[in-house]
C-alpha cells in the first residue's frame, strides 16, 4: 500500500467521524466520540495435505457514543451511506434519553487529550501476501510436523495475514488514527497410537513477515514437543518447586492483569486491591508495558479514548507501581487515567494493557532447575481455576518431571495449586526471554506450591 494511499485512507476516516459527531451534536448530544474499524484478512487451513480453508474477507465497522447529561448510549454499524449515519444518530439519541444516569462517564476534557503521538512504530507490514504464499506456508509446517518419528496424525496447520486500520475522533478536539498488521503461521500434531497418544503444537505470530520463525522449523517444533509427551505420568500429590516454560508462564501475567484492572479495584474485588505501593514480588522483578514498542503486536500510539500513553514499568522492583485505568474507572477511583484505555465500535472502553513482559533474570533455565530434587516442569496449563477475589490458583497441568535437576520423564493429568499472593512472593525468572506474543514471560520458577495427580 503506497504512503500517499495510507494518508487518504487515513484522512477519509476522520472526515467521517467528524460528520457523524456534528450530526450527534445537531441532534442534541452534550459530547458524543466515534470509532471506525476496517480490515482486511486471508486465511488458509489444511490438515494432511488437504486443503480445509482458504479464505479472504474484508470488513468495516463504525461505533458512535453520545452523552447527554450523564447518560451515554452506544452504537455502530457496517454501513457508511448517508441514510445509515442518520438512523444511527438517531437511534443512538433515543437510547441515550433512556438509559440510567452514570455518573463517572464522559469523554476527556480538551486539556487530557493528546496532542502528539509517535509516528514511527512500524506497525504495518504494507505489503499484502498472495494466497500462495500463505499455502506454502502451512505446507512447510505441517510437513515438517509429520516428519518427525513418532507424529501419527495432524490436527491441521494453518498460515494468516491481516491489515487493519482503527480511527478515533471526539468531540473534545481528539482526532487520530493508525493502521496495523500481523502474519501467523501455527500447527498442531498428534504423536503416538491408541490409548497412548500425546499433541502438541507451535506457531509464530508478527508484524512482518520477515520477522515469522521459519515454518518448517514451527513444524519440527511441534512433531518434536508431541513425542516428547509420550508415555506420561501421574505424580503424587506433594508441595514442591514448580517450573512454567514461557510459552505457558506468560498466563500469570495475565492473571496480575486481571487483578490490577481498575474496574476491578473501584469494585473491591480484586486480591491486590490494597497492595498499590507495595512490594507484590522479589525485587529482581520488573515488568513492563510498553504500547510504542517498535513492531509490536500490541502497539498504538495513544489509547482508546484519545489519551496520551508511554512506557510504564507496572512493577518496578518488584513494587506495584499502578493500576491499569481508563477514564470511567480513574474517576470512581479519584485518580488520573493511565492511558489504558482500549475499545470496539460496540463497546465502551475499559482499561487494558499493550505489549507487557517480564524483564528477564540472570541465569539460564538449565541453572534455575539445576536445584530441584523433585519438582513439575509445566508446558501446559488446562481450566480458569483462578479466584481474582481471593488470588486462590488451582489449574490443570502437564509438562515433564524434574528429578535431580534435569527434565526426567512427561508428566499429564495434574493439578497445581496455590494462590497468587504467595506465588508473585516466591517468582524468579529465567534470563530466557523472548517477545514473541504481545504478553511475555521467561521461564518462571515458583517454590513450595502444592502439586497433585488429576
Given at each position: 500500500m ?20 456534528a450530526r ?39 461505533g ?16 457508511r ?21 452514570d ?7 480538551p ?6 503521538w ?20 502451512a ?35 481528539f ?7 500481523q502474519?501467523?503461521?501455527s ?38 514437543r508431541?513425542?516428547k ?31 490490577i484492572?481498575?474496574?476491578s ?6 486480591f ?14 520488573t ?26 514499568a ?16 480513574a ?16 463497546s ?9 513482559w ?14 530441584i ?9 488446562m ?61 518462571l ?10
Amino acid at each position: 500500500m503506497a504512503d500517499q494511499q495510507v494518508s487518504d485512507a487515513a484522512a477519509n476516516a476522520i472526515d467521517l467521524l467528524h460528520d457523524l459527531i456534528a450530526r450527534a451534536r445537531r441532534a442534541g448530544a452534550d459530547a458524543a466520540d466515534a470509532v471506525f474499524a476496517e480490515g482486511v484478512s486471508l486465511s488458509h487451513a489444511r490438515r494432511l495435505g488437504k486443503t480445509e480453508k482458504l479464505e479472504r474477507s474484508e470488513g468495516q465497522d463504525i461505533g458512535l457514543r453520545v452523552f447527554v447529561g450523564r447518560r451515554q448510549a452506544i452504537v455502530s454499524s457496517s454501513d457508511r451511506a448517508p441514510k445509515a449515519l442518520a438512523d444511527l444518530v438517531e437511534h443512538a439519541m433515543a437510547m441515550v434519553r433512556a438509559v440510567p444516569e452514570d455518573e463517572f462517564c464522559g469523554i476527556a476534557d480538551p486539556d487530557e487529550i493528546a496532542r502528539d503521538w509517535p509516528r514511527d512504530l512500524d506497525m504495518l507490514d504494507a505489503e499484502e501476501p498472495g494466497a500462495e504464499l500463505l499455502i506454502e506456508r502451512a505446507r512447510a509446517c505441517e510437513e515438517a510436523a509429520l516428519s518427525v518419528a513418532g507424529v501419527t496424525n495432524s490436527e491441521g496447520a494453518e498460515a494468516g495475514w491481516g491489515a487493519s486500520r482503527v480511527a478515533l475522533a471526539a468531540s473534545n478536539g481528539f482526532a487520530g488514527t493508525y493502521a496495523g498488521s500481523q502474519h501467523g503461521v501455527s500447527v498442531s500434531v498428534i504423536a503416538g497410537s491408541g490409548t497412548a497418544m500425546e499433541r502438541d503444537y507451535d506457531y509464530s505470530s508478527a508484524v512482518y513477515a520477515s520477522d515469522l520463525r521459519d515454518p518448517a522449523e514451527i513444524g519440527r517444533s511441534a512433531g518434536e514437543r508431541a513425542v516428547k509427551r509420550l508415555g506420561a505420568r501421574k505424580m503424587p500429590t506433594m508441595r514442591c518447586p514448580v517450573v512454567f516454560e514461557p510459552r505457558v508462564a506468560k498466563s500469570l501475567l495475565s492473571h496480575l492483569l486481571g487483578a490490577i484492572a481498575g474496574p476491578s479495584i473501584a469494585r473491591g474485588t480484586s486480591f491486590l486491591k490494597d497492595r498499590l505501593g507495595q512490594r507484590i514480588f522479589p525485587e529482581a522483578i520488573t515488568i513492563i508495558d510498553d504500547p510504542h514498542r517498535p513492531r509490536g503486536l500490541r502497539s498504538k500510539p495513544f489509547d482508546g479514548e484519545g489519551i496520551a500513553n508511554r512506557r510504564r514499568a507496572i512493577v518496578d522492583r518488584g513494587v506495584l507501581t499502578t493500576w491499569l485505568l481508563d477514564l470511567r474507572s480513574a474517576r470512581q477511583l479519584g485518580l488520573t487515567t493511565t492511558g489504558h484505555a482500549a475499545r470496539g465500535t460496540a463497546s465502551p472502553p475499559g482499561p487494558a494493557a499493550t505489549n507487557l513482559w517480564l524483564e528477564p533474570g540472570t541465569v539460564g533455565r538449565d541453572a534455575l532447575i539445576a536445584d530441584i530434587e523433585s519438582g513439575l516442569y509445566v508446558t501446559e496449563l488446562m481450566g480458569m481455576g483462578v479466584n481474582g477475589v481471593t488470588g486462590d490458583y488451582s489449574r490443570g497441568a502437564a509438562g515433564f518431571w524434574i528429578e535431580k535437576g534435569a527434565l526426567a520423564f512427561p508428566v499429564s493429568e495434574m493439578t497445581v495449586a496455590g494462590n497468587l499472593k504467595d506465588m508473585f512472593a516466591r517468582l524468579v525468572a529465567a534470563d530466557d526471554l523472548q517477545l514473541r506474543d504481545g504478553i511475555d514471560a521467561p521461564t518462571l520458577r515458583i517454590d513450595d506450591l502444592t502439586v497433585a495427580g488429576a
